[in-house]
């Protein structure tokens, strides 16, 4: 619990990690950003203050742990720039914490000797201190050199995280189900307000009404899992509703029939493996589809 601490980066999570990890012990020597403003912000919070600056290989150079916090699109840049102004050294940890970055982008700092990882929070964070209230806790996924990944995971669960690792070239697949879990998720429940739009329905009105179907959904989801919370016209096998949604759709939103239809087909996979869906109701159901 005494390796010293650099954090490059002085950002919502760059702030919050640096924060918390100093609450449980760990010695933060050094926080650096792009700009001296943002560093001193960040430096402020902690007690006792640490260094502060914006060239980061002045500070990286007294850490045995480097966390670059900067945005993904500067990580290799800002890595780059303290290997070159040799702010790393043999046997460092170097981790970003990216969910959509593999650990070997930071391979400048490789080959100065350092050990290369990353510890992806899956969380959302919007502000320093809606960070510094959820990032402990979060679920971390890990990944890069073996002993990177040891001081990663020492971390996370320092700060109550929980952890899973995954191999380095498994990482886009890794954030991609997590843009589909947010993201998507975010899109599907517009297409829904779009659909209320057309026939008249506000979009305030619209997520006021659909927000207690959303919520128990989601509580389904947490206490049986996806299959076993699937409920409707799918799950239950009925061809003809399906039609007549697609009929309805085609006139008044035709440009989101083939998302329905896609969805429609993923669905039938999921009412398959549920059990409730019998298959020649699902063949049905996707000859509709298929028109
Ligand atoms: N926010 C989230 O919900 C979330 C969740 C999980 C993971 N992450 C990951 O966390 C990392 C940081 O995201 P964030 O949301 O904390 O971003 P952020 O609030 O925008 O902060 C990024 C910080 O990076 C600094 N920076 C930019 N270029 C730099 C450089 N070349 N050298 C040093 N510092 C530099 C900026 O410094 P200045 O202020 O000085 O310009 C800024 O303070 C990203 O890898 C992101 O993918 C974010």
């Known amino acids: 619990m005494t390796r010293e601490i650099v954090i490059v980066g002085a950002g919502k999570v760059g702030t919050a990690i640096a924060v918390l990890l100093q609450r449980v012990g760990y010695p933060i020597v050094g926080i650096a950003s792009r700009t001296r403003e943002s560093a001193a912000e960040a430096a402020k919070r902690l007690d006792p203050s640490p260094e502060f600056g914006d060239v980061p290989a002045e500070l990286t150079r007294k850490g045995e742990i480097v966390l670059i916090t900067t945005r993904d699109d500067a990580i290799e840049m800002a890595c780059n720039a303290i290997a070159e102004d040799r702010g790393f050294h043999e046997g460092q940890v170097v981790l970003h ?29 919007a502000d320093v201190d809606m960070a510094i209230k959820t990032l402990g806790g979060s679920f971390f996924c890990l990944e890069g050199d073996k002993e990177a990944v040891e001081t990663a995971n020492e971390l996370a669960l320092s700060l109550k995280g929980q952890v899973m690792t995954i191999e380095t070239e498994d990482k886009p697949i890794y954030h991609a189900a997590a843009v589909i879990a947010s993201n998507f998720f975010v899109s599907i429940i517009d297409m829904s307000l779009r659909f209320y739009e057309a026939i008249g329905i506000d979009r305030e009105g619209g997520l006021k009404a659909l927000m207690p179907l959303i919520k128990g959904s989601l509580n389904n989801i947490e206490a049986l ?64 589809v298929e028109g």
């Open 97 to 125: 914490v990216s969910g959509s970055l593999p650990s070997t982008i930071l391979s400048s700092a490789k080959e100065k000797g350092a050990l290369i990882g990353s510890m992806h929070p899956l969380q959302s964070f």
């Open 225 to 288: 899992g996806p299959v076993k919370a699937l409920t409707g016209p799918i799950a239950r096998g009925d061809a003809r509703v399906i039609w007549k949604h697609i009929q309805a759709i085609g006139r008044a939103l035709p440009e989101l029939l083939p998302i329905y239809t896609a969805l429609v087909r993923l669905n039938v996979d999921v009412g398959l493996r549920k059990g409730t869906l019998a298959p020649e109701a699902a063949e049905r159901i996707l000859e509709i």
